[in-house]
């Protein structure tokens, strides 16, 4: 058992740190005997000071110079590169992820507020011919104003980053809502941004429930923008919420996905069986952009499935601390509960479970759950359609590449898809013709670079693009301005 003590959580606002109401314990789910922390629940007033504070601060950040957002912004992300192994640790010890993974993902935060730092000095304008004779129209970007974020847990430092690093960078201020299960890692986030020379107001940090905080949020006139990621229902709550608004907030919502990855009879095996693997099972399948749904032509479909079972068979389970562990555990009770009850829908729908599904009992009491894989699977079944944001995987056999394509298209998402093929004539028709905002061709469908535009269709995204230079349509207002020179 670990025997660190835990993090001790405080709001941070208008520059101070606060106490609050009552201590949440913060669950280390590779054994729920460690409290990682204790965190305190925010109230609706410390969102109002939160904000309060940030429209106050945000003129004066808006209009410092681009070089002075930029070495702050360079700093938080020197600081977190330095702190990794910390940070990372901490993050695998609350979320659940491989220490490897934790990380990894603390260096991918490092890395967004680094690009960010760049970001600030050369943020875009147009300088345009009037149709009037003499007129000049100039085109320029200003911030939102304040932006609340609102982030997930399965991405702890990742996502939060490439939400704040870009709202700073574009002269907003921000009020931060960390992921009630996972708030040690925001919480170090937020030391290292209160400690990088951001003036007192421009960043704020304020933990609690959504049901409270988000609320708070959105119903805020001081907050112009919610960067929201999460389920479905509520984002559709939030969006509602932003635009019903007095005034109107600007908003932005990534969702879920139910993302297919295609294998055709001419995919390279070894390829396909790793890309399959690593997209379905690696971060516990706690990933938007995971692989659900495996769609496999006739040809291949009894080797691959024989392939992949084989190769599920190679994975640890276990403690995310254990450098042999390969999938950590599901990242709480409710999410454990949750996944158990899609495995015995599955069967009840008449999916064969080739293998896994079942909770783990190991050394250390913790959410642990075997990898699971169904076969026999119809696209219209809801294992099929729903997500399940955990270590399962459905295959369904296709006729053909035609058929494989209708039934990736065939859901209410669209984030992430995926085909393994050596054909050059089925990836390139696959990457005009797939309904999702991002495509990948023998590469599993999770795993994106920070430079470049996140976002999917339908029911996975709402609003601008997030991450690269396509975040500054969110992060910022368009106006045009004419003149006639005097």
């Given at each position: 058992?670990?025997?660190?003590?835990?993090?001790?959580?405080?709001?941070?606002?208008?520059?101070?740190?606060?106490?609050?109401?009552?201590?949440?314990?913060?669950?280390?789910?590779?054994?729920?005997?460690?409290?990682?922390?204790?965190?305190?629940?925010?109230?609706?007033?410390?969102?109002?000071?939160?904000?309060?504070?940030?429209?106050?601060?945000?003129?004066?950040?808006?209009?410092?110079?681009?070089?002075?957002?930029?070495?702050?912004?360079?700093?938080?992300?020197?600081?977190?590169?330095?702190?990794?192994?910390?940070?990372?640790?901490?993050?695998?010890?609350?979320?659940?992820?491989?220490?490897?993974?934790?990380?990894?993902?603390?260096?991918?935060?490092?890395?967004?507020?680094?690009?960010?730092?760049?970001?600030?000095?050369?943020?875009?304008?147009?300088?345009?011919?009037?149709?009037?004779?003499?007129?000049?129209?100039?085109?320029?970007?200003?911030?939102?104003?304040?932006?609340?974020?609102?982030?997930?847990?399965?991405?702890?430092?990742?996502?939060?980053?490439?939400?704040?690093?870009?709202?700073?960078?574009?002269?907003?201020?921000?009020?931060?809502?960390?992921?009630?299960?996972?708030?040690?890692?925001?919480?170090?986030?937020?030391?290292?941004?209160?400690?990088?020379?951001?003036?007192?107001?421009?960043?704020?940090?304020?933990?609690?429930?959504?049901?409270?905080?988000?609320?708070?949020?959105?119903?805020?006139?001081?907050?112009?923008?919610?960067?929201?990621?999460?389920?479905?229902?509520?984002?559709?709550?939030?969006?509602?919420?932003?635009?019903?608004?007095?005034?109107?907030?600007?908003?932005?919502?990534?969702?879920?996905?139910?993302?297919?990855?295609?294998?055709?009879?001419?995919?390279?095996?070894?390829?396909?069986?790793?890309?399959?693997?690593?997209?379905?099972?690696?971060?516990?399948?706690?990933?938007?952009?995971?692989?659900?749904?495996?769609?496999?032509?006739?040809?291949?479909?009894?080797?691959?499935?024989?392939?992949?079972?084989?190769?599920?068979?190679?994975?640890?389970?276990?403690?995310?601390?254990?450098?042999?562990?390969?999938?950590?555990?599901v990242v709480d009770a409710k999410q454990l509960e949750q996944d158990l009850r899609?495995?015995?829908?599955?069967?009840?729908?008449?999916?064969?479970?080739?293998?896994?599904?079942?909770?783990?009992?190991?050394?250390?009491?913790?959410?642990?759950?075997?990898?699971?894989?169904?076969?026999?699977?119809?696209?219209?079944?809801?294992?099929?359609?729903?997500?399940?944001?955990?270590?399962?995987?459905?295959?369904?056999?296709?006729?053909?590449?035609?058929?494989?394509?209708?039934?990736?298209?065939?859901?209410?998402?669209?984030?992430?898809?995926?085909?393994?093929?050596?054909?050059?004539?089925?990836?390139?028709?696959?990457?005009?013709?797939?309904?999702?905002?991002?495509?990948?061709?023998?590469?599993?469908?999770?795993?994106?670079?920070?430079?470049?535009?996140?976002?999917?269709?339908r029911n996975s995204s709402y609003g601008a693009r997030e991450q690269g230079r396509?975040?500054?349509?969110?992060?910022?207002?368009?106006?045009?301005?004419?003149?006639?020179p005097g």
């Amino acid at each position: 058992m670990n025997t660190e003590a835990p993090l001790v959580g405080r709001h941070f606002i208008a520059g101070a740190w606060h106490d609050g109401a009552g201590q949440v314990p913060d669950i280390n789910p590779s054994d729920t005997r460690e409290t990682v922390g204790l965190f305190p629940a925010g109230t609706a007033d410390l969102v109002a000071e939160a904000a309060r504070a940030a429209q106050a601060a945000q003129p004066a950040w808006a209009a410092t110079s681009p070089q002075i957002r930029h070495d702050v912004l360079q700093r938080i992300g020197a600081a977190l590169n330095d702190r990794r192994e910390e940070i990372g640790r901490v993050l695998a010890r609350e979320e659940g992820k491989t220490l490897a993974e934790g990380i990894a993902e603390t260096v991918r935060a490092s890395q967004v507020f680094t690009f960010f730092a760049g970001e600030c000095l050369r943020t875009p304008g147009e300088h345009l011919a009037s149709l009037r004779p003499g007129v000049e129209v100039e085109i320029t970007r200003e911030a939102v104003g304040v932006a609340g974020v609102i982030a997930p847990w399965n991405f702890p430092i990742a996502i939060p980053a490439w939400k704040v690093a870009p709202a700073l960078a574009y002269g907003n201020a921000v009020v931060f809502k960390p992921a009630e299960v996972v708030p040690a890692t925001s919480l170090l986030l937020t030391r290292i941004i209160a400690d990088s020379g951001l003036p007192a107001g421009v960043f704020n940090t304020v933990f609690g429930a959504g049901r409270v905080i988000g609320e708070a949020m959105v119903a805020s006139s001081d907050i112009n923008a919610i960067s929201f990621t999460g389920s479905v229902a509520t984002g559709r709550h939030i969006a509602k919420g932003c635009v019903t608004a007095n005034p109107m907030k600007k908003v932005l919502t990534e969702l879920g996905g139910k993302n297919p990855l295609v294998v055709l009879d001419d995919a390279d095996l070894d390829v396909a069986v790793e890309v399959a693997v690593n997209g379905a099972f690696f971060s516990t399948g706690q990933r938007c952009t995971a692989s659900s749904r495996l769609i496999v032509t006739r040809g291949i479909h009894d080797h691959f499935v024989e392939r992949v079972v084989a190769r599920m068979a190679q994975l640890k389970v276990g403690n995310a601390l254990d450098p042999a562990t390969h999938i950590g555990p599901v990242v709480d009770a409710k999410q454990l509960e949750q996944d158990l009850r899609y495995v015995a829908l599955g069967r009840e729908e008449g999916a064969e479970l080739v293998t896994g599904g079942q909770r783990l009992e190991l050394a250390e009491p913790g959410f642990y759950l075997s990898p699971a894989l169904f076969t026999g699977v119809r696209n219209s079944m809801r294992i099929a359609q729903e997500e399940i944001f955990g270590p399962v995987a459905a295959v369904i056999q296709v006729a053909d590449y035609e058929e494989a394509l209708a039934t990736a298209n065939d859901t209410e998402f669209g984030l992430s898809s995926g085909i393994c093929t050596t054909s050059l004539k089925y990836a390139s028709h696959f990457k005009r013709a797939s309904k999702a905002g991002m495509v990948m061709v023998n590469l599993p469908t999770a795993g994106v670079d920070y430079h470049a535009p996140f976002g999917g269709r339908r029911n996975s995204s709402y609003g601008a693009r997030e991450q690269g230079r396509y975040a500054v349509e969110f992060y910022t207002t368009v106006k045009t301005a004419y003149t006639l020179p005097g």
